[in-house]
């Protein structure tokens, strides 16, 4: 056994190299997870910075001064959010307060559906609907309390918000106009042989770049998409469900498949089975269906390639780990262990003991 870990040791970790990228990222996860917390809006500024140094490139590339550049994008950025807050965020949250005062007839209206199914299906027993609704009550119980919870932990964060809408802009600023200084500084931590590292950086920040700034677009054009065609039928809450479903994209495959229930119920409860269902449904499944042949493969041709089952446990792994955050970065994650795990091998190649 010792000599099989020995062997195994050697063809791993003969590379100095090796070593210190393993050190470097060992030292990065136990960073991020001791003091994630408090260092929240460091990361979020150095994610924003990342994101946003593309379009700082493609200025300076139009003979744009970098501190202009650097002005701008971040200006345009925070019009951005300040448009969003004003224009989306009070409709938004108006229909939320609708739906909500909407849904015990929508429970009302479920339940007496429910029970007519043992009727129209003899399989389904009066005994099962029964525990399935009891059950059903209590969790919208607790979920209720869970909102409540929710608003007034919000309400007592709010001086929190203005302190992050404050501080990550600034951080994204002198991040973005003293990126090279910032780099250097970094620099003088580290091995001076990191050509491992190097690679597997190289590597990471022309996917991950890509797939981000392309996740963001995709996110945008998906709930446009979605939100004309509802708008255009009719469909109650059809803000609300579009952003829902724009963000849904963040998951592959498992967000599409659950932003459509919540899409069907609505459509169902405001028009039944009839044509309008049908219709909307199907120009629903038609945005999905473009956005997966054609949209995805114009965004992400060649950034990532991720088997699906890795995708998914990506996703449950760092979801667990950092909840909403750990999903949203779960397929860059993913794509920095297949970086590594790729270049291990090109590394031994290059460099035999």
């Given at each position: ?33 001791l ?38 994008v ?11 807050f ?11 307060s ?25 399989f ?12 059903l ?6 979920l ?14 709010v ?54 700034r ?23 809450y ?16 498992v ?33 999905q269906?473009l ?31 950092w ?6 970065f ?24």
């Open positions: 056994m010792i000599r099989v870990l020995r062997e195994w040791y050697e063809r791993h970790f003969s590379d100095p190299q090796a070593v210190i990228l393993a050190l470097i990222l060992i030292l990065g996860g136990a960073v991020i997870l003091l994630g917390d408090v260092l929240t809006p460091v990361i979020a500024g150095v994610v924003i910075a990342y994101t946003l140094e593309g379009l700082v490139k493609k200025l300076q590339a139009l003979k744009v001064p970098r501190l202009l550049a650097v002005i701008g971040v200006l345009l950025s925070m019009l951005i959010v300040l448009i969003f004003l224009g989306l965020v009070p409709l938004l949250t108006k229909q939320l609708q739906f909500f005062g909407e849904l015990p007839n929508m429970l009302v209206r479920g339940q007496q559906l429910m029970l007519t199914l043992p009727e129209q299906y003899p389904i027993s009066q005994t099962q609907i029964t525990e399935l609704m009891t059950h009550n209590s969790e919208l119980a607790s209720g309390q869970k909102v409540l919870s929710l608003s007034v932990s919000s309400a007592i964060n001086f929190t918000l203005v302190i992050y809408m404050v501080v990550v802009p600034l951080l994204v600023f002198f991040f973005l106009k003293d990126k090279q200084q910032i780099l250097e500084w970094v620099q003088q931590f580290l091995p001076s042989k990191q050509g491992l590292a190097y690679h597997v950086w190289r590597e990471v920040d022309k996917k991950i770049g890509n797939y981000i392309g996740k963001l677009l995709e996110v945008l054009i998906v709930g446009l998409a979605t939100f004309i065609p509802l708008k255009i039928m009719g469909l109650n059809a803000a609300l469900l579009s952003l829902l479903v724009g963000l849904s994209v963040i998951i592959p495959y967000g599409a498949i659950a932003v459509t229930i919540p899409v069907a119920l609505v459509a169902f409860f405001q028009w039944g089975a009839t044509s309008h269902f049908t219709y909307v449904m199907i120009l629903y499944l038609v945005v269906g956005d997966g042949n054609l949209l995805v493969p114009l965004l992400f041709s060649e950034v990532v390639n991720i088997h699906p089952v890795a995708i998914i446990v990506a996703v449950l792994v760092f979801g667990g780990l909840g909403v955050w750990g999903v949203f779960a397929i860059p994650l993913a794509t920095l262990i297949q970086c590594v795990i790729n270049s291990w091998p090109q590394a031994r190649s290059q460099n035999p003991p």
